[in-house]
């Protein structure tokens, strides 16, 4: 068997037994899935009607910000599960289990990866649940079958992203609990971006950060495909960028410290 076929094999061993994880802590799970969608509830129903209002256009109200806020909890929803795999890692750290997998015979990288895709994989479901949701409140996506195709591909791609930096943080943590709090600033970014409000509604300098922090053009090419218009270049090539330097950051980060233990 080949290097390639091994690491495979290590790294589909693994992803299963980071999936028994989740089956065998559903609270966690339960919990990362269900944050984005209180928040939806929340922002819908208690202050969708005047903000709603502000969007301006002919309808306004909480159908309007349903609209418009959808999109950005989809981000809300994946960051909520990348922070799960960064307590997931430091837990395997802190646990000495890693010790254990550098003296077995199998592909270092295969235990980075399988935090990795199981992060990738509940990431999905939890934008599944909140997309459910949102359809269930009166959301409607005006986009045909190469735009859902176009959404998974950049949804997918952020969550590679993001998660391979949150397996980062969660190597570099002395605690799980310091490891449950070092992602918080990227549930922080999509409100200081355009989840909530126009960038444009902001104040000057904070605008210019809303508008270049890594999370509004991770919005807008979601926002844009979800409703079917054309997506701008340069929030695509943003998107492209930030998600590959966040992959490429923590995946050094992590492989760095792995091979210092």
């Known amino acids: 068997m080949s290097t390639i076929a091994y690491s495979v094999s290590d790294t589909s061993t693994m992803l299963r037994r980071?999936?028994?994880h989740m089956l065998r802590y559903p609270s966690l799970t339960v919990m990362l899935v269900?944050?984005?969608?209180?928040?939806?509830?929340l922002f819908v129903f208690v202050f969708g009607g005047t903000l709603g209002d502000g969007l301006g256009g002919p309808t306004g109200g909480r159908d309007a910000y349903l609209t418009y806020l959808t999109p950005g909890m989809v981000?809300?929803?994946?960051?909520?599960?990348?922070?799960?795999?960064?307590?997931s890692v430091a837990m395997d750290m802190t646990q000495g289990i890693i010790d254990r997998f550098r003296t077995m015979s199998i592909a270092r990288v295969?235990?980075?990866?399988?935090?990795?895709?199981?992060?990738?994989?509940?990431?999905?479901?939890?934008?599944?649940?909140?997309?459910l949701v949102a359809f269930a409140l009166g959301f409607r996506a005006e986009t045909g079958p190469l735009g859902w195709l176009g959404l998974a591909g950049v949804l997918l791609l952020i969550a590679f992203?993001?998660?391979?930096?949150?397996?980062?943080?969660?190597?570099?943590?002395?605690?799980?609990?310091?490891?449950?709090?070092?992602?918080?600033?990227?549930?922080?970014?999509?409100?200081?971006?355009?989840?909530?409000?126009?960038?444009?509604s902001m104040p000057t300098a904070m605008r210019y950060f809303a508008d270049y922090q890594p999370f509004t053009p991770f919005i807008e090419v979601v926002r844009a495909l979800l409703s079917g218009t054309e997506v701008g270049t340069a929030d695509l090539v943003?998107?492209?960028?930030?998600?590959?330097?966040?992959?490429?950051?923590?995946?050094?980060?992590?492989?760095?410290?792995?091979?210092?233990?």
Not at 164 to 178: F, H, N, P, R
């Open 75 to 87: 981000l809300m929803a994946i960051v909520a599960a990348v922070q799960g795999t960064s307590i």
């Open 238 to 261: 943003l998107t492209v960028a930030w998600a590959l330097a966040f992959a490429l950051l923590g995946y050094v980060v992590a492989k760095k410290r792995f091979n210092k233990r």
């Open 34 to 41: 269900g944050m984005p969608v209180v928040f939806l509830l």
């Open 18 to 20: 980071q999936l028994k």
């Open 161 to 200: 992203g993001l998660a391979w930096l949150t397996v980062g943080l969660g190597m570099t943590a002395k605690s799980v609990e310091e490891a449950s709090n070092t992602p918080m600033p990227l549930l922080l970014l999509p409100f200081l971006g355009s989840a909530f409000v126009p960038t444009e």
């Open 110 to 131: 295969s235990v980075l990866t399988g935090h990795v895709i199981a992060s990738v994989l509940q990431s999905l479901l939890s934008v599944a649940v909140l997309l």
